[in-house]
């Protein structure tokens, strides 16, 4: 950890030891390490005796997979906020775009801390705990809870647990400091069978049909991002019908598993604007954060995500493009 690192978790320990009304918010279609981090975090005000409310910006409810990580019943729909708080926190958020409809809350809060992994974070917070190197922003969450001196009992070790895990692809990308912090979330009582089992093997039988119609469409094409191989697949609304939120998202770690291609991505339509695609990318060795910049998103170099309207031809015809220019790992 650099100096800087430790002196702004110290700043975000004193700014937290004393809130009394917090909102924490997490970016929009929240995955588990944002929802996870979240409730951790607030559930540790609450202890401390804060009055907090977490919440998010779309959809109008949690994912099934993670609603049970709200032991508290912390979970609040953005209508039911107040119109400002003393304090707002903003993990696992790069920009306040990314936030959606609740954006407009950072210019209103009395201080903002941000808390967040991703590359392309802007530091748009009063205090801001930022670090790219940190596998998930549930990292950077317990870091702060420990400057806080937080005794991690099983609902806050399993919201950070649930960050981690996913994040870092069931641990294959995890250091060793952050398999120590595995271990002492273990010890406070999180069960990662049942956590992993939960949020990320589980599906309903009408993801398999789904999937299979899916995947008939995809395409490899050997020559493109720069020759290392573009694959990608459509999940369009007709075929997304049937199944969650969860089961479209996961679409992408099936296309990813294709060795000849460097980059996949998939195009999940809008179902409530069938003209917007929303774009997951996944890469080895080229920044797909560079190409998701390109089109107003953002992310991590290697998992990054974005929104494109058009047909799903013209948008993967701008991929193409931007794939030829992005920087190479």
């Known amino acids: 950890m650099t100096p800087t690192l430790a002196q702004d978790i110290r700043d975000a320990a004193a700014l937290l030891a004393s809130a009394t009304d917090v909102t924490v918010l997490g970016h929009v279609r929240p995955d588990a390490d944002a929802l996870g981090s979240a409730l951790a975090l607030g559930r540790a005000l609450v202890r401390r005796g804060a009055k907090v409310r977490v919440s998010f910006g779309e959809p109008d409810e949690a994912p099934e997979t993670l609603r049970w990580l709200d032991e508290d019943g912390l979970l609040t729909h953005p209508d039911d906020l107040p119109d400002t708080e003393p304090l707002l926190v903003c993990v696992d958020t790069p920009a306040p775009k990314r936030l959606g409809r609740l954006a407009g809350r950072v210019e209103l809060a009395g201080a903002v801390l941000v808390i967040d992994h991703h590359a392309t974070n802007t530091f748009y917070g009063s205090c801001n705990v930022v670090d790219e190197s940190a596998e998930a922003s549930a990292v950077l969450v317990f870091r702060v809870l420990d400057e806080l001196g937080v005794q991690l009992d099983e609902p806050i070790a399993r919201g950070l647990y649930a960050g981690i895990v996913t994040d870092t692809s069931g641990f294959r990308r995890a250091s060793p400091e952050t398999h120590r912090m595995a271990a002492r979330l273990l010890e406070a009582g999180v069960d990662p069978e049942l956590v992993v089992?939960?949020?990320?093997?589980?599906?309903?039988?009408?993801?398999?049909?789904?999937?299979?119609?899916?995947?008939?469409?995809?395409?490899?094409?050997?020559?493109?991002?720069?020759?290392?191989?573009?694959?990608?697949?459509?999940?369009?609304?007709?075929?997304?019908?049937?199944?969650?939120?969860?089961?479209?998202?996961?679409?992408?770690?099936?296309?990813?598993?294709?060795?000849?291609?460097?980059?996949?991505?998939?195009?999940?339509?809008?179902?409530?604007?069938?003209?917007?695609?929303?774009?997951?990318?996944?890469?080895?060795?080229?920044?797909?954060?560079?190409?998701?910049?390109?089109?107003?998103?953002?992310?991590?170099?290697?998992?990054?995500?974005?929104t494109i309207a058009g047909t799903a031809d013209e948008v993967l015809a701008g991929l193409r493009d931007a794939l030829e220019r992005a920087p190479l790992l």
């Open 197 to 306: 089992r939960r949020i990320v093997d589980e599906r309903p039988f009408t993801w398999l049909p789904m999937l299979s119609s899916v995947l008939r469409e995809a395409r490899l094409e050997p020559d493109a991002a720069q020759g290392r191989g573009f694959v990608h697949a459509v999940v369009r609304v007709d075929a997304a019908r049937t199944v969650r939120g969860e089961e479209v998202e996961s679409v992408i770690d099936v296309v990813r598993s294709v060795r000849e291609a460097a980059v996949a991505a998939v195009l999940k339509q809008d179902p409530a604007q069938p003209g917007q695609w929303q774009i997951s990318l996944r890469s080895i060795g080229i920044d797909v954060s560079a190409v998701a910049a390109e089109f107003g998103g953002g992310g991590h170099r290697q998992a990054a995500g974005c």
